[in-house]
C-alpha cells in the first residue's frame, strides 16, 4: 500500500510542476540526416563556444580543482562557463535509472505516458541537482576566490545558466532534431579535443620554454639533436602532468585498437518474432554488458573520497605532522597531491617514470580500481534493469521469443543465466584493467575518456546505419516499427 501512494505522489507531483517547465518540441515531421548533422553540429558548437567564455568576477584560480579527475569525462572547462560541463545532467540521469531499475519508480516504458512522465521526472531531478551542485561547488572552490558575496552570487547564477542551457543542447539533440545523445556528442569532442591538444599543443608547458604537444616538441628536438628525449619524455621538475610522449602516443594507440576489438565481441542468440511471421533476428550479449557506467561510478566514488580527504588535510593536518592521518594520506604542500598513506595507493602514477619508480603503487591501483569496477558492474546489473529476469522480460514485451525455448520469462532467464553473469564479471575485469594500465601509463584523452569515446563511436556507426536503413528501406523500417 506505501509504495502505491509513493507512486501516486510521484505521479502527481511531476504532473503538477512539469507545465511550468519549458520543453523542447519533438520535430512534427522526419528530420532528414543531413537537417540532424547540422543541428547536432550548432548544438555542439555552443557547447564548445561556452567552453571558451570565463566566468564574470573570477579574477584568480581557485586553490583546489576537485573536478580534476573527470574534466574529461563531464567535458568541462575549468573557469569557463562549463565548470560544471555535463556533470549535473548525468548524475541526475544516473540517478533515475537506479529509481526506475530498482523498481522504486513504477513505470511501464511501453506505454507512452509513462516514458513522457519518466522524462519530465528526468529534467525536474536535472535542474535540482543544478541547484544544488552549483550552490555547493561555487561556495566551498570559489568562495575564497571572489571579492565579496555579491560576486559569489553572479558566479553560481553564471554556473546555474551555463548547466541549464546544456540540459537544453542536450534535450534538443534527443528531441529528434538531431543525432543520438547531446551529453554523448559533448564527451566524444571533449575527449577528442584532449587527444588533438596532447598530440598538437603549440604552447610551452607552464614555468617552461619546451612546447607541451608531442608533435611539436618532436621538431624542437629534432632540431636540436635531442630526438631521443621524446621516446620516455620526463616531466620538469615543476607540478606538470606528465608530458605527451612517443612511448604515450603508442600506448594510446594500442589501447584504442584493443577498445575496438573488445567492443564487437559478443555472444549472438537467435530470436523470431511472434507478431511478424518468418522474421528472424539475433539478440547480441556484449562482452562489455555493462558499458562504461561502472567505471564512471567507480572513479567518481574514488574522486570523491579523494576530495574529502584533502579538504581534511588542509583543514587538519597541512603539515604532516598527524600521526594518524599520515596513515590516510601526506600531501605535497605546494602542488597538493598525495604523497604518503592509503590515498597515495589509490591514485595512478600518471607517467611511466612515476610507475618504475614506485611499481607497488602502480599495482595497487590497478587492482584496487579494476575490483571495484567489477563490484559496481554486478551491482549495475541488478539495478540498471540489465538482469537475466528484466532482459528475458523486455524481449518478451517486445513480442519476440527464443526458438527451442517455451514463451515464458523463467525459460528464457534460464538460458540469459548462462552468459549474462559471466560476461558481467568477465567485461568489468576487462574495462577495469583498460582503464586503469591506461591511467598508469598516462594515454592521451585519459583511460576513462578513451573507454566513452570508442562505446560513442560503436553507438554512433549503428546510429548511422540505422538512418541508412530508414532512408533506403522504409518498408523494412515500418517492419521494425520506426516511423
Known amino acids: 500500500m506505501s509504495s502505491i501512494q509513493n507512486d501516486g505522489l510521484f505521479r502527481t507531483v511531476v504532473k503538477t510542476i512539469s507545465p511550468f517547465i519549458p520543453q523542447v518540441e519533438k520535430p512534427k515531421k522526419k528530420i532528414t540526416l543531413t537537417n540532424k548533422l547540422i543541428w547536432t553540429g550548432i548544438a555542439l558548437l555552443i557547447y564548445l563556444v561556452m567552453g571558451q567564455v570565463p566566468l564574470f568576477g573570477v579574477n584568480v584560480d581557485p586553490a583546489t580543482d576537485p573536478l580534476a579527475f573527470a574534466r574529461v569525462i563531464f567535458a568541462a572547462q575549468q573557469r569557463t562557463l562549463l565548470e560544471l560541463g555535463i556533470g549535473p545532467i548525468v548524475t541526475a540521469g544516473l540517478?533515475?535509472?537506479?529509481?526506475?531499475?530498482?523498481?522504486?519508480?513504477?513505470?511501464?516504458?511501453?506505454?507512452?505516458?509513462d516514458r513522457s512522465l519518466f522524462t519530465s521526472a528526468t529534467k525536474i531531478v536535472?535542474?535540482?541537482?543544478?541547484?544544488?551542485?552549483?550552490?555547493?561547488?561555487?561556495?566551498?572552490?570559489?568562495?575564497?576566490?571572489?571579492?565579496?558575496?555579491?560576486?559569489?552570487?553572479?558566479?553560481?547564477?553564471?554556473?546555474?545558466?551555463?548547466?541549464?542551457?546544456?540540459?537544453?543542447?542536450?534535450?534538443?539533440?534527443?528531441?529528434?532534431w538531431g543525432l543520438g545523445s547531446g551529453i554523448s556528442v559533448f564527451i566524444m569532442a571533449g575527449v577528442a579535443q584532449a587527444i588533438l591538444w596532447s598530440i598538437f599543443n603549440p604552447l610551452p608547458i607552464?614555468?617552461?620554454?619546451?612546447?607541451?604537444?608531442?608533435?611539436p616538441f618532436m621538431i624542437t628536438s629534432g632540431m636540436e639533436g635531442h630526438f631521443g628525449d621524446t621516446l620516455l619524455r620526463s616531466a620538469p621538475p615543476a607540478p606538470v602532468p606528465n608530458m605527451p610522449s612517443l612511448f604515450g602516443f603508442g600506448i594510446t594507440a594500442g589501447i584504442l585498437l584493443l577498445l575496438v576489438y573488445v567492443q564487437g565481441i559478443h555472444v549472438d542468440i537467435p530470436i523470431v518474432?511472434?507478431?511478424?511471421?518468418?522474421?528472424?533476428?539475433?539478440?547480441?550479449?556484449?562482452?562489455?554488458?555493462?558499458?562504461?557506467?561502472?567505471?564512471?561510478?567507480?572513479?567518481?566514488?574514488?574522486?570523491?573520497a579523494l576530495f574529502i580527504g584533502q579538504m581534511v588535510w588542509i583543514n587538519y593536518n597541512p603539515n604532516n605532522d598527524n600521526p594518524a592521518f599520515n596513515w590516510i594520506a601526506q600531501?605535497?604542500?605546494?602542488?597538493?597531491?598525495?604523497?604518503?598513506?592509503?590515498?597515495?595507493?589509490?591514485?595512478?602514477?600518471?607517467?611511466?617514470?612515476?610507475?618504475?619508480?614506485?611499481?607497488?603503487?602502480?599495482?595497487?591501483?590497478?587492482?584496487?580500481?579494476?575490483?571495484?569496477?567489477?563490484?559496481?558492474?554486478?551491482?549495475?546489473?541488478?539495478?540498471?534493469?540489465?538482469?537475466?529476469?528484466?532482459?528475458?522480460k523486455n524481449l518478451l514485451d517486445a513480442d519476440v521469443q527464443v526458438p527451442g525455448f517455451r514463451r515464458s520469462e523463467s525459460s528464457v532467464e534460464s538460458l540469459l543465466n548462462r552468459y549474462i553473469p559471466s560476461v558481467t564479471i568477465i567485461g568489468g575485469v576487462i574495462i577495469g584493467l583498460l582503464a586503469s594500465v591506461s591511467d598508469v601509463f598516462s594515454v592521451f584523452g585519459t583511460?576513462?575518456?578513451?573507454?566513452?569515446?570508442?562505446?560513442?563511436?560503436?553507438?554512433?556507426?549503428?546510429?548511422?546505419?540505422?538512418?541508412?536503413?530508414?532512408?533506403?528501406l522504409p518498408k523494412l523500417a515500418s517492419l521494425l516499427g520506426r516511423t
Open 206 to 215: 607552464p614555468n617552461g620554454v619546451e612546447p607541451s604537444g608531442m608533435i
Open 331 to 392: 600531501y605535497n604542500p605546494q602542488s597538493q597531491n598525495p604523497t604518503g598513506g592509503l590515498f597515495y595507493y589509490l591514485t595512478a602514477p600518471r607517467s611511466f617514470d612515476a610507475t618504475m619508480h614506485d611499481p607497488v603503487r602502480a599495482v595497487v591501483y590497478v587492482l584496487f580500481l579494476t575490483t571495484i569496477v567489477t563490484i559496481f558492474g554486478r551491482l549495475w546489473v541488478e539495478l540498471g534493469g540489465l538482469s537475466a529476469k528484466a532482459a528475458a
Open 126 to 176: 536535472t535542474i535540482i541537482v543544478i541547484v544544488a551542485e552549483t550552490v555547493l561547488y561555487g561556495v566551498s572552490v570559489y568562495g575564497g576566490a571572489t571579492p565579496s558575496g555579491y560576486h559569489l552570487s553572479v558566479l553560481i547564477a553564471q554556473l546555474a545558466a551555463a548547466s541549464i542551457v546544456v540540459m537544453y543542447l542536450d534535450e534538443l539533440v534527443q528531441k529528434g
Open 95 to 113: 540517478l533515475m535509472q537506479l529509481l526506475k531499475g530498482s523498481d522504486i519508480l513504477k513505470l511501464n516504458f511501453r506505454d507512452p505516458n
Open 447 to 472: 583511460g576513462i575518456g578513451m573507454l566513452l569515446m570508442v562505446d560513442i563511436l560503436v553507438n554512433y556507426y549503428n546510429l548511422l546505419v540505422r538512418e541508412q536503413v530508414d532512408v533506403h
Open 273 to 304: 518474432s511472434t507478431r511478424y511471421r518468418g522474421f528472424t533476428a539475433t539478440y547480441p550479449i556484449k562482452l562489455l554488458y555493462t558499458s562504461n557506467i561502472p567505471v564512471i561510478l567507480a572513479s567518481a566514488l574514488m574522486a570523491n
